[in-house]
């Protein structure tokens, strides 16, 4: 092969240097292709690993020619290739391969956006080396170029890409604190609050000048709820809880017991999660009860994560029972959504043995450290 030009040890090692990068920049386009993947289709993470094998095949190979000159010698500062030459590209190659049949299969997980940004990325490599085979004066350095040119081009449309998804990540916040905030002022508990204090007004007025200023509060609550972009305090949430079951024991009277059983309260979680289970347990829970019953609001704090239960020993409900009365599923499946979009949480509802149901939230500890 003919020389491409004088090399000294400085360059060489230099050359080097920056084709084992060429090889790991390889890596981590598969590895970030197979991440976008994974967030729509269930594929191992061992596709993602393999880039890095590959890379580091690629690159030992490169390294051990400094000695071997299985890939390239270096004669009196003149570079020429070596019998392996072809294989170290194949090498690269069939990742680059592979990458375009990952990106054909899963085109529509990927989206239109992401899918012709990775697209850009391969085109720009496979046509460098092409160019480069067809006019050797371009040289590595034009490779290097054309690389780092699609990089560029691919993340600035990722980016505006990520930008969108999170715009409408925020307008589906924005639509399910109106939402909550609507189930949750339902007209059968204003009904039945603004009766209750219709009564108290004659048998005990300064009763009913508090269960006025709690029902106030509670509406309060409801409508801030609207305006808040971030989580809240758990006392928070708490108070707001407070002038909830204040109201419902003017109606249950002793047929509702509240037990508070409150490890931690240093935590935060988004607004008005707590509140619609605890509306769940006392409606579907113990309203339905004969006897009436108790509601345990009991929090927890763990090695790993913060925990909320709603606890109630009354007739039990399913959740797809409360997912047929239409404002409830809305708090239900609003409380899980924004769960896991704004603290990366969870919330499972049981029945327990014995009788009755219980709501578990769950927040991570590393969500909450983030948060504050």
Not at 43 to 51: A, Q
Not at 215 to 223: H, M
Request: aromatic share 12%; net charge negative; glycine share 8%.
């Amino acid at each position: 092969l003919s020389p491409s030009g004088k090399m000294g040890l400085l360059s060489e090692v230099f050359f080097l240097v920056s084709t084992c990068f060429a090889y790991n920049l390889l890596a981590i386009f598969h590895y970030y292709l197979v991440l976008n993947i994974r967030k729509k289709k269930q594929i191992s993470m061992w596709l993602g690993h393999l880039g890095f094998a590959v890379a580091l095949a690629g690159g030992l190979m490169w390294v051990s020619s400094f000695w071997t000159g299985a890939v390239y010698t270096i004669v009196d500062g003149d570079y020429f290739r070596g019998p392996f030459f072809g294989v170290s590209q194949v090498i690269a190659l069939s990742l680059v391969s592979y990458d375009c049949i990952l990106i054909v299969l899963f085109f529509e997980e990927l989206g239109k956006r992401d899918g012709i940004a990775f697209i850009s990325y391969i085109f720009s490599v496979v046509v460098s080396l092409m160019l480069r085979e067809m006019l050797p004066p371009l040289g590595i350095p034009f490779v290097y170029l054309a690389v780092t040119l699609s990089v560029i081009v691919m993340y600035t449309i990722l980016h505006i890409e990520q930008n969108i998804e999170l715009k409408l990540k925020e307008e589906k916040l924005v639509r399910s604190r109106v939402a909550i905030m609507l189930s949750q002022i339902q007209p059968h508990f204003l009904y039945n609050a603004l009766n209750a204090i219709y009564y108290l007004c004659e048998k005990d007025a300064g009763l009913a000048q508090q269960a006025i200023a709690e029902f106030s509060d509670y509406l309060r609550g409801n409508l801030d709820s609207i305006g808040v972009e971030d989580n809240v305090p758990f006392e928070r949430e708490l108070t707001h809880i407070r002038n909830y079951l204040f109201l419902e024991k003017l109606r249950y009277e002793d047929e509702l017991e509240i037990i508070y059983d409150l490890e931690t309260l240093d935590f935060r979680l988004p607004p008005l999660t707590v509140q619609p289970l605890v509306e769940n347990a006392v409606r579907y829970g113990i309203g339905q009860a004969p006897d009436g019953g108790s509601v345990i609001i009991r929090s927890t704090e763990h090695d790993a994560y913060y925990q909320v239960e709603v606890i109630d020993d009354g007739i039990g409900y399913h959740a797809d029972e409360v997912q047929e009365s239409g404002r409830s599923h809305i708090g239900i499946s609003n409380v899980r959504e924004r769960l896991e979009l704004m603290v990366h949480g969870s919330l499972e509802i049981e029945n327990r043995e014995g009788g009755g149901t219980v709501a578990r939230i769950r927040i991570p500890k590393m969500m909450e450290v983030m948060l504050n």
